[in-house]
């Protein structure tokens, strides 16, 4: 079974601009999760989808935003990029509630 | 609202030594409980996990965690650890309702000097 898969690996965005990070789930499974991780704040939950619906959301200013489509698959959108938002986005999937989360290998997102 | 705490940033140890990265957690709710490790430029990877039953979980590759509930706590031990367990352990919560959320703590450095 394919794992989790996230693209691309590596991003270099100019402040201002707007990036879009994609997530593949494993497959069969339906949640969809977002974190941020950096040195200064660790990692922080940004959002959740289930079934093309958001479940749960973090405390991230609406310039972060997510969507799921209905094979599961997840895209996550920061727009007017700061260079705060230097990080590396994890994508985790999981079958169904608080069980555990599989996680992909992460975006590094560089803002220059 | 849930918050974790890993009591140390960094644990050096020598190999064959037994180590242990605490982590206790808050929440006003029953909660699930996770050990993940992360090698350099990777993502993470689920260790062990408490969901119910006996409190003391094991993994595949010699970790073990009790969970202690009236001291809420979720520490991670090994009696011998091995160059290659050098990498940065996770603790994390989630809630029993309310979908999928992780809370993690800052992380514990585990270094293994040979």
């Known amino acids: 079974k394919a794992g989790v898969t996230q693209t691309p690996r590596y991003l270099i965005k100019t402040r201002g601009q707007q990036v879009t990070l994609s997530c593949s789930p494993i497959?069969?499974?339906?949640?969809v999760s977002w974190y941020q991780q950096t040195p200064g704040q660790g990692l922080q939950f940004l959002f959740e989808y289930f079934s093309e619906t958001q479940r749960n959301k973090g405390n991230f200013p609406g310039r972060f935003s997510g969507r799921q489509f209905s094979n599961s698959r997840s895209e996550m959108n920061v727009s007017t990029l700061e260079l705060g938002d230097s990080a590396l986005y994890l994508c985790a999937s999981g079958q169904g509630i608080s069980t555990e989360a599989f996680f992909g290998q992460g975006t590094r997102l560089t803002v220059v | 609202a849930q918050s974790v705490t890993q009591l140390d940033s960094q644990v050096p140890v020598f190999e064959e030594a037994p180590v242990e990265l605490r982590c206790n957690y808050s929440?006003?709710?029953?909660?699930?409980l996770f050990w993940y490790v992360q090698y350099p430029n990777q993502g993470l990877q689920l260790l062990l996990k408490y969901l119910s039953g006996s409190t003391l979980v094991e993994s595949i590759n010699g970790f073990e965690a009790e969970f202690n509930k009236s001291q809420t706590s979720f520490h991670l031990r090994k009696p011998s650890v091995h160059i290659s367990d050098t990498a940065e352990y996770f603790c994390?919560?989630?809630?029993?309702?309310?979908?999928?959320?992780?809370?993690f703590g800052a992380g514990t450095i585990l270094r293994v000097k040979s």
């Open positions: 994390a919560v989630s809630p029993l309702e309310g979908g999928n959320k992780l809370v």
């Open positions: 497959s069969g499974h339906r949640s």
């Open positions: 929440s006003s709710v029953s909660v699930y």
